[in-house]
């Protein structure tokens, strides 16, 4: 059928892989909101939250319901949050955060991936000064001034406010610690929230040549296809 076909049959394959992998992130995050929480998005913020995530990353429904009562089974396991953090190839920062009910295979198969592509492993930390931790959410246009509703925000620990012309929505970047008083205040004040999710972003970068960047995003890749890992962060330019 020739190459063009299976040019796109690789794509296809590819999203589909991205897809799944996003549907076994939520549905993880579910679970340990459910076990630190209840299964009642009313009672529960967090998973509210990551309902509205799973409808907006096109969650099958059957997915969600079964991540839910996965969460209250007694054979599941427990899931631990876990964060590794160390240096790729050309000296570029990379911050690992996985999910897994087995931290001792997990930190064996990331620090295997550093060591057999040109990076190391580093101590819990050690990137604090490279990455900030924040909050965003993305919310339905209301119509309402965006430097009023940014005014507004400003005592909730939010930062930033600004409209994606893509896709039409509001986004705001607020302080990792401010999500709770965020979410209740779009919550209050009818605002439909789309999405809400935590980012690491880097305070400094690193510029390198494309045959230096193409290593370090080999390296990325076979991390981030580890069933245990949930993101990958880079300050790479």
Not at 60 to 72: L, M, N, S, V
Not at 129 to 156: H, S, T, V, Y
Not at 170 to 192: D, K, S, T, V
Request: charged share 35%; with cysteine; aromatic share 10%.
């Amino acid at each position: 059928m020739g190459r063009a076909f299976e040019y796109r049959k690789a794509r296809m394959f590819k999203r589909w892989d991205k897809m799944a992998k996003t549907f076994t992130r939520i549905g993880k995050e579910i679970v340990l909101a459910v076990k630190s929480g209840t299964a009642d998005p009313a009672t529960n913020a967090k998973l509210r939250v990551l309902l509205q995530n799973a409808r907006a990353a096109n969650m099958p429904k059957d997915t969600i319901e079964r991540a839910i009562k996965r969460a209250t089974s007694k054979d599941q396991e427990d899931y631990k949050e876990m964060v590794y953090e160390g240096y790729g190839p050309h000296g570029v920062a990379i911050l690992v955060e996985s999910t897994t009910d087995n931290p001792t295979r997990t930190v064996a198969n990331v620090r295997s991936y550093f060591n057999k592509l040109g990076g190391s492993l580093g101590t819990s930390g050690m990137l604090d000064f490279i990455f900030d931790r924040k909050c965003i959410f993305k919310i339905k246009n209301n119509g309402k001034d965006l430097e009023e509703l940014e005014f507004e925000l400003i005592d909730l620990g939010g930062e930033e406010v600004f409209l994606d012309e893509e896709s039409g929505l509001i986004n705001i970047y607020g302080e990792f610690a401010a999500f709770g008083a965020l979410q209740h205040y779009f919550e209050e004040n009818g605002y439909e929230i789309v999405e809400a999710d935590f980012e690491r972003i880097p305070n400094d970068t690193k510029t390198l040549s494309e045959e230096e960047a193409a290593e370090v995003e080999k390296l990325i890749e076979k991390i981030e296809d580890d069933d245990d890992v949930q993101r990958v962060y880079h300050n790479m330019a």
